[in-house]
């Protein structure tokens, strides 16, 4: 049993739909995060949000759009994506956010596929 | 040099063998060390942190040798159970990231 959930597990979507990917810790964590993991690839950092903040990092296309309403809860809004963002994307927390010796948590994911 | 470099493999190995798993990162700062398995189509689990002086946890051990900037997983008796990807992850102690994540090193334990 995971204390993060995502939700929807799996999305199809078209290139010009819109929608959101949801992430919910019920950890108590500080920091939460989003990656993406494509084939053959390691996990790729998108967002870090710490205490609700949104931390600058690796930059990402705008078409990807974090949102964060509180400490628990953390949104990918997805709009106009192409098909190479087909991958699976994993929310993560930890307790808090570059402190040593805290690893991360991870939901299940999303299987993303873009038609 | 990567970050993070682990060997993909596949490891096939039968059941009961002793397999190690070695992980180099590019970063000498960096200040913590994990290994997290991957099961297919299922997310990253936190299997053990690996600190300074060894340690072991049941049939898996980790070393760390910062000198060399070099950690390792053995595993002992493989089980079916351990068929699984096993990612090397490193905090590297700098900018805005927190963790580094390797691609990660396929296991099949066969019966």
């Known amino acids: 049993e995971t204390g993060v959930t995502q939700t929807p597990r799996h999305l199809v979507m078209g290139m010009t739909n819109k929608k959101s990917l949801k992430c919910e810790q019920h950890?108590?964590?500080?920091?939460m995060y989003w990656y993406k993991q494509s084939a053959k690839k390691p996990l790729e950092l998108m967002f870090v949000?710490?205490?609700?903040?949104?931390?600058e990092n690796n930059s990402v296309p705008s078409r990807f759009s974090p949102e964060c309403p509180n400490s628990s809860h953390l949104f990918l809004h997805l709009h106009t994506l192409q098909p190479e963002d087909s991958a699976l994307y994993l929310c993560a927390s930890s307790q808090d956010f570059l402190a040593a010796n805290q690893p991360q948590h991870f939901g299940d994911g999303t299987r993303l596929s873009i038609l | 040099r990567k970050e993070v470099e682990q060997d993909p493999g596949p490891f096939n190995v039968p059941e009961g063998a002793t397999v190690a798993f070695n992980c180099t990162y590019s970063?000498?700062?960096?200040?913590?060390f994990f290994w997290y398995r991957q099961d297919c189509r299922k997310e990253p689990k936190l299997l053990m942190s690996v600190y300074s002086s060894g340690n072991e946890d049941g049939r898996f051990t980790a070393q760390l040798n910062r000198a060399s900037q070099y950690i390792s997983l053995l595993i002992r008796d493989s089980k079916l159970s351990d068929s699984a990807t096993y990612l090397c992850v490193v905090n590297p102690n700098s900018g805005n990231t927190p963790l580094v994540f390797g691609k990660g090193t396929r296991l099949s334990v066969i019966a």
């Open positions: 950890l108590g964590h500080n920091a």
């Open positions: 970063n000498s700062a960096s200040q913590s």
């Open positions: 949000y710490s205490l609700e903040e949104r931390v």
